[in-house]
């Protein structure tokens, strides 16, 4: 299936290799490569794949997306988000390209850099060649494939051992494509918490109107040992558009990773986030929270991979789905024959506001050790018509009423979402976007 | 204050109040008594306009409007209150979220502006008082894991800030020892005045030990049976609801329709 689109990318890949970033660099092109390869190999995933059951491609593989480029990007009326309240370091990429004018990276501390992939690519930074590509599994579906074939520009972000990084680094990919032709960008993002360090990074997906384009993302983040990184994907895309992201973490000794995961936009929008505990100590929290409304299909795939012994992961996931929308939640839990005394936790609750909001949660434990805690829970359920008339009988009306509700539905994971600004946004989101009730506010 | 006219009420099609005629004036305490099933409840639930509660017939004047033509939340505004049986759990609602969210709606309604965070904690911190409540249980979630008498409380509290025209008070002795019936009663009785009336829904005299009523009707097979001031509680009481069905042609032919 796709014959066609398949080839039309191996031959923009072959057209386009030698003058991508560090192209002439033997072993930038090896990474390229490996990925194009695999995609020639598997390429689209269709309904029959396991991992893909529920989420079906073919409206992204039906036609081939051509690489944004850089020139021509008008980076004048794109908004940005900005909150007061939210100091940050921040990079901005428009339609995928790093765009310096629009960044802000002049405070950056001792110890962190902060550059983007191109650049670092161009200039052979020798961590790269290690590390890049590294901790993406072998058994990539064709879209990481795909991401690494034509990695491009990004961020790439290092801390050094012990540095303590005080505002979040912000990495902002805005989309301002006109989607009269079918565009897609690749941003890839390689994020190294050195020993000891502590730092938070967003990653924003946002859209300059509401259009159609393909954003197929790959992000690596490596947390060394007693690292401590609070990771934030908050997915925001046009309506129309396509968001394919993976999010691959590896967590040395001791480590300690929280990522929040949070998907709002996308016509179809898939995120894959696997997590590997590969030595003792680590921990992993994996909060999400996903947003559906109108025709959107949100999927969201976990993994976690308990390789050693003593490691604890807690994984909480809400989703909230209006109109016709549709969810897909799929966590593994994979605990390996050495990972004795492994604590893993994971909880999905669904709510559906609407009759035809639909949600498909497949909770996965395959458990090779014998001396393990592992528990998992999903419901799915409706806002209590109960409780909605409890509040009308107080005085408020329907609309903020089911609004209360829905806010106290995913406030206990929005709660976990260290950075406020944030917890603001998504609370403003689901009382007054989604349910187009009026706002309302905690007393103070 | 509330006249209710021959009300006639439905629930999944079977008829429960069969021609209720009640007149409550403006700081009068009603009590209505009566044995399971007489209609009690689902009269205090149509007041308050709850889904599944269809009226078949018969009017509900409230301050000289119609009140059945109402939603919910307007009745609300409009100053009637029902103290659930049954008050839900809300998880992720605290306390102090509902109440400033539903005195906001009533203010709005009276067209008067939202109050201010301090105002509305001084507020609050005096209310409280009055039902004996610890402030930790405001920044609770509604109800959630309250025992049988903190939600009674709760419900009183909310009563009390809100200050309704026509509070509705539905088994609010139900599941209380007596410590707690005595904080409830005491919280109720503060808030008597000459404005407001109340109804007070209950299967006991107990509750009337404490909050004395000015008048009493018993509601049996649908209808009120029979009318009279506070001795009619004890005499209740005192010879059990048999003696009504010996009284009432209501009571003893059950199966009479409408």
């Known amino acids: ?444 | 204050m509330l006249s209710i006219n021959n009300l006639h009420a439905a629930v999944d099609g079977k008829p429960i109040l069969k021609g209720i005629d009640l007149e409550v004036g403006a700081g009068e305490v009603h009590a209505i008594m009566g044995p399971n099933g007489s209609g009690k409840s689902t009269l205090a639930n149509v007041l308050v306009g709850r889904d599944g509660y269809d009226v078949t017939g018969g009017q509900v004047v409230y301050r000289g409007k119609n009140l059945l033509d109402f939603s919910v939340e307007e009745r609300a505004c409009e100053g009637i209150f029902l103290a659930f049986q049954y008050p839900v759990e809300i998880p992720g609602v605290s306390n102090l979220y509902l109440l400033k969210a539903a005195l906001n709606s009533v203010r709005k309604h009276r067209g008067l502006s939202e109050i201010s965070a301090v105002e509305f904690l001084k507020l609050i911190k005096e209310k409280i008082k009055l039902v004996e409540m610890k402030e930790e249980f405001l920044h609770r979630s509604v109800n959630e894991g309250f025992s049988g008498g903190e939600k009674k409380r709760n419900e009183i509290l909310q009563l009390a800030v809100l200050e309704p025209s026509l509070a509705i008070l539905d088994e609010t002795d139900s599941g209380l020892d007596i410590d707690a019936l005595k904080v409830v009663a005491n919280g109720v009785n503060s808030l008597r005045d000459e404005q407001r009336a109340m109804i007070v829904v209950t299967h006991y005299q107990r509750l009337l030990d404490y909050i004395v009523p000015d008048k009493v009707h018993i509601l049996a097979n649908g209808r009120v049976v029979k009318s009279g001031d506070k001795t009619l509680a004890l005499e209740l009481e005192k010879r059990g609801y048999t003696w009504l069905a010996q009284n009432s042609d209501a009571a003893a032919a059950p199966s009479a329709g409408v």
């Open chain 1, 1 to 444: 299936m796709f014959e066609a689109v398949q080839k039309a990318y191996v031959d923009a890949y072959e057209g386009a290799a030698s003058g991508l970033p560090g192209g002439s660099i033997p072993w930038v092109r090896r990474v390229r490569e490996s990925g194009l390869s695999r995609f020639r190999e598997v390429g689209f995933p269709t309904v029959r794949d396991e991992d893909w059951k529920y989420t079906n491609v073919r409206p992204i593989a039906k036609q081939p997306f051509a690489t944004a480029v850089r020139d021509g990007v008008v980076v004048t009326g794109v908004e940005l988000p900005e909150h007061a309240a939210l100091e940050s370091h921040r990079c901005v990429f428009v339609n995928g390209h790093f765009i310096p004018d629009l960044s802000r990276l002049q405070k950056l501390p001792d110890g962190v850099t902060v550059m983007s992939l191109s650049d670092a690519l161009r200039q052979g930074v020798a961590e790269l060649e290690t590390e890049l590509g590294r901790f993406v599994p072998d058994a990539l579906h064709g879209f990481a494939a795909l991401n690494t074939a034509f990695l491009t520009d990004g961020a790439y972000i290092r801390i050094s051992d012990n540095c303590s990084v005080e505002h979040p680094i912000e990495l902002i990919y805005v989309c301002a494509l006109d989607g009269e032709q079918p565009q897609v960008c690749y941003p890839r993002n390689l994020v190294i918490a050195g020993t000891g360090s502590r730092v938070a990074v967003l990653e924003r997906y946002v859209c300059a109107q509401q259009d159609r384009y393909f954003t197929n993302a790959v992000t690596e983040l490596v947390a060394r040992p007693s690292a401590q990184v609070d990771y934030y994907k908050l997915q925001q895309e046009s309506a129309r558009a396509f968001h394919v992201g993976g999010l691959f973490v590896h967590q040395d000794r001791d480590s300690t990773v929280t990522t929040n995961n949070i998907a709002m936009g996308g016509a179809i929008a898939r995120t894959d986030l696997h997590v590997t505990l590969s030595d003792t100590g680590a921990h992993s929290t994996m909060n999400g929270l996903y947003i559906g409304a109108g025709r959107q299909h949100i999927d969201n795939h976990t993994q976690v991979d308990h390789r050693v012994a003593h490691c604890t992961s807690d994984e909480f996931y809400k989703g909230v789905l209006t109109g016709r929308s549709r969810a897909v939640f799929h966590g593994r839990i994979v605990v390996h024959q050495d990972a004795q005394h492994t604590d893993a936790q994971q909880q999905n609750n669904n709510l559906l506001l609407s009759r035809d909001a639909e949600v498909d949660t497949k909770p996965q434990l395959e458990i090779y050790a014998d001396d393990v805690k592992c528990s998992h829970g999903a419901t799915v359920g409706q806002l209590d018509p109960n409780s909605v008339f409890y509040l009308q009988s107080r005085g408020i009306d329907q609309d903020s009423a089911r609004s209360m509700l829905t806010y106290a539905f995913a406030k206990d994971v929005i709660n976990r979402f260290a950075i406020e600004p944030i917890r603001d946004e998504l609370e403003h989101h689901l009382t007054l976007t989604l349910l187009r009730g009026k706002p309302v506010g905690e007393p103070a």
